[in-house]
């Protein structure tokens, strides 16, 4: 998951750990890392690398604007769909055009940083 630098300032904050320790560069945008065991976002707490199991996020109140999205995204035309990999795309419904344009925005906001 991408995350603007006011965002991983902010994650840092609240949990008290280095960015270091939560992100890494990617093609100059900072990315959530995933735990090595789990696979999961680092702040999603769960001890099962199973895409169905149970888990928590531990930074909800101040998760990332692409975290809050999801499981849309935007496609090739950059249109707004249900990602393929999320199990439960089925349980939310059909993105609109506003979910584009604000994912369009976050995107822009991600690639000021580089």
Request: aromatic share 6%.
């Amino acid at each position: 998951m991408p995350l603007t630098e006011a965002e991983a300032k902010r994650l840092s904050r609240r949990t008290g750990m280095a960015l270091e320790s939560f992100t890494w560069e990617n093609n100059g945008i900072l990315t959530l890392l995933n735990d090595e065991k789990t696979r999961a976002c680092v702040f999603l707490l769960t001890a099962s690398p199973d895409t169905n199991a149970e888990g928590i996020c531990s930074v909800y109140e101040v998760r990332p604007e692409g975290c809050r999205k999801y499981p849309i995204v935007l496609n090739s035309n950059d249109d707004a769909i249900l990602d393929d990999g999320c199990p439960h795309r089925q349980d939310f419904p059909e993105p609109s055009e506003a979910d584009a344009i604000e994912l369009l925005n976050l995107e822009e906001r991600l690639l000021r940083r580089q």
